[in-house]
C-alpha cells in the first residue's frame, strides 16, 4: 500500500479554493446551492431532495458533508477579484480505500452562476492532484446516468467511461437511479493533468459570480 491520506488544509488554486467543509460555511452554501436548477440533475438525491428552507438546507448539508477518515469534504471559494471569497459550491474527495488505492470525487455542486466557467476543472484538477500525489491509483467519478450535463463535464476533463450501474441508488423521490461509473487512473493522470492545464490557461481574469456559461 502506497495511498495515505492527505492533511486536512485547503487547496489553493489560480480561480478557486477548496477549503475543509466547516459547519460555519453552511449559510453561505445554502445561498449558493438551495436552487432547482443545482437539484435538477440528481444532486441531493434530485428535485425531491431540494431542501424546503435554510434549516432543512443545514441538515442536509451536514449529513451530505460530513467527514472521517474516509472523507474530505471541502467548500469552494473564489480566489481573486471582486468576488475573492464568495462560496460558489461544495464538493469532497471520498470513500478513501488505503488498501485498494482508490478514491470518489463526488458530491458536487456549484452555483449555477459559475457554470461553465473555470471552477469545475481547477476543483477537479486539485483534488486529483492531491490523490495521486498521496499515493492514489485510481479516482472514480460518476453522475446519474440521466444527467447529460454533469457526464459531459466528467469527459470533458478526460476520465473514461466503465459503464452504468444499475439501480444503483434510491432518489429522493423514492424512484432508483442508473449510476454512470467514470475514472482516472494513475497511469492516465498525466494527459488528464495536461488538458485541465491547458483549459485553465485559457481563463483570463478571476471568475466573477455575474460569469454566465
Same mark, same amino acid.
Given at each position: 500500500?502506497? &495511498?495515505?491520506? !492527505? %492533511? +486536512?488544509?485547503?487547496?489553493? /488554486? *489560480? =480561480?478557486?479554493?477548496?477549503?475543509?467543509?466547516?459547519?460555519a @460555511?453552511?449559510?453561505?452554501?445554502?445561498?449558493?446551492l438551495?436552487?432547482?436548477?443545482?437539484?435538477?440533475?440528481?444532486?441531493?438525491?434530485?428535485? &425531491?431532495g431540494? !431542501? %424546503? +428552507?435554510?434549516?432543512a438546507? /443545514? *441538515? =442536509?448539508?451536514?449529513?451530505?458533508?460530513?467527514?472521517?477518515p @474516509?472523507?474530505?469534504?471541502?467548500?469552494?471559494?473564489?480566489?481573486?477579484?471582486?468576488?475573492?471569497g464568495?462560496?460558489?459550491?461544495?464538493?469532497?474527495?471520498?470513500?478513501?480505500?488505503?488498501?485498494?488505492?482508490?478514491?470518489?470525487?463526488?458530491w458536487?455542486?456549484?452555483?449555477?452562476?459559475?457554470?461553465?466557467?473555470?471552477?469545475?476543472?481547477?476543483?477537479?484538477?486539485l483534488?486529483?492532484?492531491?490523490?495521486?500525489?498521496?499515493?492514489?491509483?485510481r479516482?472514480?467519478?460518476?453522475?446519474?446516468?440521466?444527467n447529460?450535463?454533469?457526464?459531459?463535464a466528467?469527459?470533458?476533463?478526460?476520465?473514461?467511461?466503465?459503464g452504468?450501474?444499475?439501480?444503483?441508488?434510491r432518489?429522493?423521490?423514492?424512484?432508483?437511479?442508473?449510476?454512470?461509473?467514470?475514472?482516472?487512473?494513475?497511469d492516465?493522470?498525466?494527459?488528464v493533468?495536461?488538458?485541465?492545464?491547458?483549459?485553465?490557461a485559457?481563463?483570463?481574469?478571476?471568475?466573477?459570480?455575474?460569469?454566465?456559461?
Amino acid at each position: 500500500m502506497t &495511498a495515505s491520506r !492527505p %492533511a +486536512d488544509r485547503p487547496l489553493v /488554486g *489560480r =480561480f478557486i479554493s477548496l477549503t475543509p467543509f466547516d459547519e460555519a @460555511d453552511v449559510p453561505e452554501l445554502e445561498r449558493a446551492l438551495r436552487q432547482r436548477e443545482v437539484f435538477a440533475g440528481g444532486y441531493g438525491g434530485g428535485p &425531491a431532495g431540494l !431542501p %424546503a +428552507d435554510a434549516e432543512a438546507f /443545514g *441538515r =442536509f448539508a451536514l449529513g451530505y458533508y460530513s467527514g472521517g477518515p @474516509d472523507a474530505m469534504p471541502f467548500t469552494v471559494r473564489l480566489e481573486g477579484g471582486p468576488d475573492h471569497g464568495a462560496v460558489v459550491g461544495a464538493t469532497k474527495l471520498g470513500d478513501l480505500d488505503l488498501p485498494g488505492e482508490s478514491a470518489h470525487i463526488g458530491w458536487t455542486a456549484y452555483n449555477p452562476r459559475v457554470w461553465g466557467t473555470a471552477v469545475n476543472p481547477e476543483a477537479k484538477l486539485l483534488l486529483l492532484s492531491l490523490a495521486f500525489e498521496h499515493g492514489f491509483g485510481r479516482v472514480k467519478l460518476q453522475a446519474d446516468a440521466r444527467n447529460a450535463r454533469s457526464r459531459a463535464a466528467i469527459l470533458r476533463m478526460g476520465a473514461q467511461f466503465e459503464g452504468v450501474l444499475g439501480r444503483h441508488k434510491r432518489r429522493a423521490d423514492g424512484s432508483w437511479r442508473d449510476s454512470a461509473v467514470y475514472s482516472v487512473i494513475v497511469d492516465e493522470w498525466p494527459a488528464v493533468r495536461a488538458g485541465l492545464e491547458a483549459r485553465l490557461a485559457a481563463w483570463g481574469e478571476p471568475v466573477p459570480l455575474t460569469a454566465a456559461e
